[in-house]
């Protein structure tokens, strides 16, 4: 009988921490199928299928930008507490001009802990910001420009030290900025909204959000966009 290659198998998926494909299409509980199989809990959110924003059937998390997100308790995410440690990031986004600022993933605390992604709408800029309260500043941070709203884009962050590299549909771009360790946090993870889960709403859509505890490489980065490029019609 011919062999079963199982999801955490996978060489792109080896220490993978969190995995959401956004395929409910009902209820509020958001399935996480990396292999912590974290408690992801969506809250207010729809979800939708096909056109008119995606040419596939493929599932997609949808965020009205007022009140619809998803979290993860401190306790069930500290796995994600990422201090001196690598990271990756990557997911398909497709956000809306509403707030200026919105949340696509974090744990974090302002100027005190954690880390946050977000895009910032009127400079089109995808931002990593990590926060410190042991550290003079507070708060440093590094972008990337072109993340224009109103269609789909791959992102990918690979973190390691103090220059993460940035990719947009599998292809590296331009970083400004550094960034010191973030310090400990032990804080919900918030996907769609702030820490505090009452502004910075996220608005769009969002499917195949994926977090790891190591740096991925230029050409997994390439990987995924060549994999699933073809559900986006890109």
């Given at each position: 009988?011919?062999?079963?290659?199982?999801?955490?198998?996978?060489?792109?998926?080896?220490?993978?921490?969190?995995?959401?494909?956004?395929?409910?299409?009902?209820?509020?509980?958001?399935?996480?199928?990396?292999?912590?199989?974290?408690?992801?809990?969506?809250?207010?959110?729809?979800?939708?299928?096909?056109?008119?924003?995606?040419?596939?059937?493929?599932?997609?998390?949808?965020?009205?930008?007022?009140?619809?997100?998803?979290?993860?308790?401190?306790?069930?995410?500290?796995?994600?507490?990422?201090?001196?440690?690598?990271?990756?990031?990557?997911?398909?986004?497709?956000?809306?001009?509403?707030?200026?600022?919105?949340?696509v993933i974090g744990r974090y605390g302002v100027d005190l802990d954690g880390w946050e992604l977000y895009l910032h709408d009127p400079n089109?800029?995808?931002?990593?910001?990590?926060?410190?309260?042991?550290?003079?500043?507070?708060?440093?941070?590094?972008?990337?420009?072109?993340?224009?709203?109103?269609?789909?884009h791959l992102f990918g962050i690979s973190r390691s030290g103090s220059y993460p590299r940035h990719f947009r549909n599998g292809a590296e771009?331009?970083?400004?900025?550094?960034?010191?360790?973030?310090?400990?946090?032990?804080?919900?993870l918030v996907i769609g909204t702030r820490f505090t889960k009452d502004a910075n709403w996220y608005s769009g859509y969002m499917t195949l959000?994926?977090?790891?505890?190591?740096?991925?490489?230029?050409?997994?980065?390439?990987?995924?966009?060549?994999?699933?490029?073809?559900?986006?019609?890109?």
């Amino acid at each position: 009988m011919p062999v079963v290659m199982g999801h955490d198998k996978l060489r792109l998926n080896h220490q993978l921490l969190l995995s959401l494909p956004f395929r409910e299409m009902t209820g509020q509980r958001v399935k996480d199928r990396s292999i912590p199989h974290h408690t992801i809990v969506g809250h207010n959110m729809a979800w939708a299928s096909g056109m008119p924003v995606i040419p596939s059937q493929l599932g997609l998390g949808v965020f009205n930008g007022a009140n619809a997100y998803c979290d993860g308790a401190a306790i069930d995410t500290a796995d994600l507490d990422f201090t001196t440690g690598d990271y990756s990031i990557a997911g398909w986004i497709f956000y809306q001009a509403t707030a200026m600022s919105q949340i696509v993933i974090g744990r974090y605390g302002v100027d005190l802990d954690g880390w946050e992604l977000y895009l910032h709408d009127p400079n089109e800029t995808l931002n990593l910001r990590h926060h410190h309260s042991s550290l003079p500043a507070t708060r440093t941070g590094c972008y990337s420009s072109g993340w224009a709203t109103g269609q789909w884009h791959l992102f990918g962050i690979s973190r390691s030290g103090s220059y993460p590299r940035h990719f947009r549909n599998g292809a590296e771009v331009e970083v400004v900025g550094v960034l010191s360790d973030p310090d400990a946090c032990n804080r919900d993870l918030v996907i769609g909204t702030r820490f505090t889960k009452d502004a910075n709403w996220y608005s769009g859509y969002m499917t195949l959000l994926r977090v790891w505890d190591r740096m991925l490489e230029d050409w997994e980065h390439r990987q995924i966009f060549e994999m699933e490029r073809h559900w986006f019609g890109i």
